[in-house]
């Protein structure tokens, strides 16, 4: 009896300790499903907000190359102070190219949002290569500057020299400081 005994203790030892490593098994399955889950929707999460950065980040770049390139054409259009510095410099322009300027007026073409286009419009004499060099020296300016409607003809018939009737359009940003203020800011 004590032999039966003890053999139905180890049967039943056997039996707990079976049952028990079943429950630590299933137990540890059923964890790594759902932990396997879990890091599966982990991954998901991060590749997501992985691409959402990128794409910000993509976007930030792209919003930082065009505010830069905003600020260039900016800086390409003159202030109110700058548009009546160019229009008195032409003098000085047209004096270094050896050409002289008889007549000189200027008008507002139109408006366009903060912007505005204005003409001027000029009655010089000159030789023809004086006049390429006072053009070259307004084209090497660091503004957008337009000649339209140009003329040349002869001054009279024996002279060498060539009068020139043209409009120079400029484009002006009344609070252009403030704008570029507003960009460095930023």
Known sequence: MKNENILINKKKAFITSAVFLLIILIIGVSS????????????????????????????????????????????RVMSEKEYQDFKNGLSIIAVNSEISINKISDALVRNIKDYKENKIMIEAVGTYDAFKKFKNKLSNM???????????SRENASSNKIKMNAEIHVIVLANKESVLNDLKKK
């Open 32 to 75: 790594e499903i759902f932990t396997s889950k879990y890091i599966n929707n982990q991954r998901n999460k991060i590749r997501l907000n992985y691409q959402k950065r990128t794409e910000f980040t993509q976007s930030q770049k792209q919003g930082v190359e065009n505010e830069a390139l905003y600020s260039k054409a900016i800086d």
């Open 142 to 152: 660091n503004y957008f500057i337009n000649f339209d409607k140009e003329t040349i």
